[in-house]
T-cell receptor, first 113, second 114 residues
């Protein structure tokens, strides 16, 4: 199964942009890139996902490399509430392989006031 | 309100005493899955189900059973719990089909096996 590699931790200052990297060198052509985050004492929550093109939503932006072997989650202005563990996962777009998801350890983002 | 509900949220039990953690979703999702989260190990998938009566092993299925008799429910069964199953458990659901859909997670069930 395709896996992702993320830094264990990152720090940011409040109101500054944050770029969270993810490497997925074994990604297949039909894998979507998903990002989730887990706030303290909560279940993970969806942030954003994409296939090839960059994506924007109200929470974040997702920049996907042209060869799709890496991606970056961008928080445009970090707030204290963005302190969380961020997970980058790959999800196949068909059949049973949609089901087996590998989350890993994610990146713990700390935000300083 | 769209949600994934897990019960119990907290449980302390003893080795060998069978227990079931229930998971229910009200979004008519085909896909449901269970994860355990342990310090330093991240989220690991236990079992998943693509639809009713269809279940598959994830990465750490040993010591667990699941069933999917109805679309909304996906219980996790520990037939003979052991201390190494002490963990924080999450259930998740999503639509399935040709395009991947976002996962919705429950609030978690913290299990302690003595």
């Amino acid at each position: 199964d395709a896996k992702t590699t993320q830094p264990n931790s990152m720090e940011s200052n409040e109101e500054e942009p944050v770029h969270l990297p993810c490497n997925h060198s074994t990604i297949s052509g039909t894998d979507y890139i998903h990002w989730y985050r887990q706030l303290p004492s909560q279940g993970p929550e969806y942030v954003i996902h994409g296939l090839t093109s960059n994506v924007n939503n109200r929470m974040a932006s997702l920049a996907i490399a042209e060869d799709r072997k890496s991606s970056t989650l961008i928080l445009h202005r970090a707030t204290l509430r963005d302190a969380a563990v961020y997970y980058c996962i790959l999800r196949a777009n068909y059949g049973g392989s949609q089901g087996n998801l590998i989350f890993g350890k994610g990146t713990k983002l700390s935000v300083k006031p | 309100e769209a949600q994934v509900t897990q019960n119990p949220r907290y449980l302390i039990t003893v080795t060998g005493k069978k227990l079931t953690v229930t998971c229910s979703q009200n979004m008519n999702h085909e896909y449901m899955s269970w994860y355990r989260q342990d310090p330093g190990l991240g989220l690991r998938q236990i079992y998943y189900s693509m639809n009713v009566e269809v279940t598959d092993k994830g990465d750490v299925p040993e010591g667990y059973k699941v069933s999917r008799k109805e679309k909304r429910n996906f219980p996790l069964i520990l037939e003979s719990p052991s201390p190494n199953q002490t963990s924080l458990y999450f259930c998740a659901s999503s639509l399935a089909g040709a395009l991947p859909r976002e996962l919705f997670f429950g609030e978690g069930s913290r299990l302690t096996v003595l």
